[in-house]
């Protein structure tokens, strides 16, 4: 009689015991906690999950769920001054009535003979984001912006055979958080003010594979230093990558016109619903140069022959780059990406043009101007750096009493999300197309009430 052998769960694949530690001793592991010995003790919960008994029906689930959704308050575009990183802006309508069709939404994966419609709409799209960039080469969306930037430094590590990297200006933190995660153990980190002689120095010391930087910062920043750090890093013999808001672009110079190799950033200003601080997709861009183009581990689509003579369809460039080729032997592990978020943005493009876009970046430059100089206004309120050109974020200084947390708890109970706490006595806001000089102005009165 065959021995039975037990398992701990019916629906899990390889849970039976044997199974378990047969993969543990490949990998040489003693046990699965090993595969977690790398996330910090304080952000592990430490106790079972408080969850409801199982409810007895699909009636009482739905009830749960619509008393859980139901402590969701929506607050209207002009009632929000949340960004720094996650942005609110007008989606026209048909761009959700394109991603919501049934041959992109349910198209989880595809490959050319099965999924030409697809393919052929993300082609459309890294051609508009090439546009855009200024730019010959973008992929298919990683999964945000901070997979980009991350992935980004490590093309630039293999393409220049170099480990140093020197990241420069005012970083988000969650950011930063994922570009150190993904390169340690290859690439050293160093942070650097956004001063031309800090970088100079930094870069004298030789092995430097990148100097990153922003076209607009953490706190909305425009660096008019800039295109000086790309020509340091070209001198030294590093790759200049550059982070970029791609609203921006409508009114900003895109970092390639002025010797960026790399451009990433984040979609999710680009027709892409702000949702729970998403949905995010991340963009990488280049020259059309060998050695860039060989070391992007995601997937690039492009027009291909067919058997037919003088027929084309869209399928992959350079598949053998990628781990779907390569496997275990790939630079970097590619998967899912997202995909979605990619035709979304091609979408959104498409509708707003190039005048499209230079108006919408004339008004968000527009409506941060006037949203600061207003703040600057109210007694107790200073701007962080008065001289600068802010896009969209900008930070302020409290001087009349109150902290940045208790006027930010002050702004949600009369109805408004005023953006977030950059320090005890610094309170970072944005604004886009959305706000109204009617809306900046209440803004200004109620902080003005708070101030008191």
Known sequence: MTARVPRTHPYIPNSAPEVRAAMLAEVGAQDVEEFYADIPAELRLHRPLRLPAPFDSEARLVAHLEELLSRNTPVPPGRSFLGAGCYRHHVPAVVDEIVNRSEFLTAYAGEPYEDHGRFQALWEYQSLMAELLAVEVVNVPTYDG???AATALRMAGRATGRRRLLLVGDI????????RDYVRGVHPVELLPADPQAVRAALADGGC?????????????VDPQLPGYVELAHAAGALAVVHVNPISLGVLAPPASFGADLTCGDLQPLGIHPSFGGGNAGFIGSADEPRLVAEYPSRLFGLTPTEVPGEYGFGDVAYERTSFALREEGKEWVGTAAALHGIAAGVYLALLGPHGM???????LANTAYARQRLARVPGVELAEPAAVHFADFTVRYTGGPTAAEVADGLLARGLHG??????????????????????????????????
Do not use: N, W
């Open 146 to 148: 901070f997979q980009a």
């Open 172 to 179: 988000d933190p969650d950011r930063l958080s994922r570009i």
């Open 419 to 452: 953006g977030t706490p950059a320090g005890r006595y610094e309170g970072r806001y944005c604004v886009t197309e959305l706000h109204t000089q009617a809306d900046l102005d209440h803004l200004a009165d109620v902080i003005q009430e708070l101030m008191k």
């Open 358 to 364: 230079r108006e919408l970046g004339q008004t968000v």
């Open 209 to 221: 594979a990148a100097v990153y930087a922003q076209l607009t910062d953490h706190s909305g920043r």
